[in-house]
């Protein structure tokens, strides 16, 4: 079993920044990626950016220019959010994929407001 120690997010400003970091208490054998989903309140849970082990990357087209996702280490991943919109307001949740078993974090709370 993963689990995982979210960090980050808080309340926001329009056009403002905020970081958001994700730590796993283990990595799976085998391949695997780390990424970031967001639910907002009525909506489904959405992919908001990925990152292998290799470090490639994969992003919603919704944050493609404003989101940065990056890996410390095998350990950790963590989402740089610029320009935040009130659309971004959502539960950030981490999550790790090896193969067909989903590990999720605890989520964190993004909320962009003026």
């Known amino acids: 079993q993963v689990t995982f120690v979210q960090s980050g997010g808080g309340l926001v400003q329009p056009g403002g920044s905020l970081r958001l970091s994700c730590r796993a208490s283990?990595?799976?054998?085998?391949?695997?990626?780390m990424g970031w989903y967001r639910q907002a309140p009525g909506q489904q849970r959405e992919l908001v950016a990925t990152?292998?082990?290799?470090?490639?990357t994969n992003y919603a087209d919704s944050v493609k220019g404003r989101f940065i996702i990056s890996r410390d280490n095998s350990l950790s991943v963590n989402l740089l959010m610029n320009n935040l919109q009130p659309n971004d307001t959502a539960l950030y949740y981490c999550?790790?994929?090896?193969?067909?078993?989903?590990?999720w974090g605890q989520g964190t709370q993004v909320t962009v407001s003026s």
């Open positions: 999550n790790m994929q090896a193969g067909s078993r989903a590990f």
């Open positions: 283990t990595i799976p054998n085998g391949d695997f990626e």
């Open positions: 990152i292998t082990t290799s470090r490639q």
